[in-house]
């Protein structure tokens, strides 16, 4: 019982309030940028536009929810006669060090075809050295034509699924972060068919790869949290943390949309398995909770009295403090888990440290494949750090 109402202190104090002053600062950013329409990205971008409904109930621009993905719009854009080297090496952000299924999946093949030109396709390699080996040239070369033909209906069906949207005037686009991939591809996107747009994207937070991801296709974006698109920063700010399992905390409660496909006259959506089904009462718990919040600072709001929780006033702060809140309940956060591209990882789930002292090598592996690292420490040593 104290576990969960640490819980949901923690999805009303942390997520709730950021939700809270997330909206508000969207709101005027809204104004003064004179955006005309709003694209909130699935799946983290459900809760965002639910706070952002209940701080402006009656918004002065449609709001609109665009159920994608980075690999749902990433695929189409090698539609055509792709350069797939180049692409996996400069446009899609996958680890240095990865598997040759993370390669595959990121080039828009399914499973049952990457087995049919993988044996192993598990095998864990440096993504750069591996593409340029003869090994890896010679697999490239023999997906070519499936990437091609796979990317031509994907790129068909997502143009027929983004036509019932209107991309005119000046669109805000809105996520979580962290380096405004999903805008670019999308503007990359709406370019290739033919569509201009200006999208602008607002974010929870950019990270100093922002620049390398949205400068070269001149497109702006601000950053609530921070924004390494202006200031770099610093070494020992929190917010790189974290940021797996805020980006987690945030998502629909369903698995992300793998592609769209046409069938008949009808555009279906073709999704993952929801990964975290095994801890879903847990984050319903703390997005309830934080929704509850969201709607108290609202009503405080309208009363008259000051809403904005004070620790939101400084990000490094409140960084830090829902950080070490989280870290409290490293033990059922750590079970959640993160995917990426075909591989999914749990956030912070060592396995029993006996089993580490008999293989040595496994705990460097497994930590490095932690995308929360502190929490990690945490549950393997318990409090002893």
């Not at 600062?25 to 909130?40: D, M, N, V």
């Not at 980075?70 to 539609?79: E, H, T």
């Not at 937070?205 to 390494?228: E, N, V, Y």
Request: hydrophobic residues 40%.
């Amino acid at each position: 019982m104290e576990e969960l109402d640490e819980v949901r202190r923690f999805g009303a104090d942390y997520l709730g309030a950021f939700l809270y002053a997330f909206s508000k600062w969207l709101k005027r950013e809204f104004e003064e940028s004179h955006i005309t329409g709003a694209f909130f990205l699935s799946r983290e971008g459900a809760l965002l536009k639910a706070a952002y409904e209940t701080v402006d109930p009656e918004p002065s621009l449609p709001l609109h929810y665009l159920e994608v993905s980075r690999r749902a719009l990433s695929v189409p854009l090698l539609a055509g006669d792709p350069d797939l080297g180049s692409f996996l090496l400069h446009h899609v952000r996958l680890p240095q060090v990865c598997t040759v299924r993370q390669l595959l999946t990121a080039s828009g093949l399914s499973e049952e075809q990457i087995l049919s030109f993988c044996p192993d396709p598990d095998e864990t390699v440096r993504r750069d050295p591996f593409l340029d080996t003869e090994a890896g040239r010679t697999l490239l070369y023999r997906i070519q034509e499936d990437v091609a033909a796979g990317a031509e209906r994907e790129a068909e069906a997502l143009e027929e699924y983004l036509r019932q949207f209107s991309f005119s005037g000046n669109c805000a686009v809105v996520d979580v972060g962290w380096a405004g991939s999903m805008q670019r591809d999308l503007a990359l996107f709406l370019q290739q068919t033919g569509q201009k747009a200006l999208l602008t994207g607002f974010y929870a937070g950019l990270t100093g790869s922002a620049g390398q991801i949205l400068g070269p296709c001149g497109l702006p974006a601000k950053g609530f949290w921070f924004d390494g698109l202006r200031d770099p920063l610093p070494r020992n700010h929190p917010a790189g943390q974290e940021l797996a399992l805020w980006e987690i905390l945030l998502q629909e409660p369903v698995g992300s949309v793998r592609k769209y496909r046409k069938d008949g006259d009808k555009i279906l959506q073709e999704r993952e398995p929801f990964e975290q089904a095994r801890e879903r009462e847990l984050l319903l718990l703390i997005r309830n909770s934080a929704m509850d919040r969201v709607r108290d600072l609202c009503e405080k709001e309208r009363a008259g009295e000051e809403a904005l929780p004070a620790c939101c006033e400084d990000s490094a702060v409140f960084l830090r403090e829902a950080g070490n809140c989280a870290l409290r309940l490293s033990r059922g956060l750590g079970q959640l888990v993160f995917s990426n591209y075909g591989e999914t990882v749990p956030l912070a789930l060592p396995r029993p440290l006996h089993s580490y002292l008999k293989e040595p090598g496994s705990l460097l592996r497994d930590y490095r494949r932690s995308p929360w690292k502190r929490a990690f420490r945490r549950n393997l040593f318990g409090s002893i750090l």
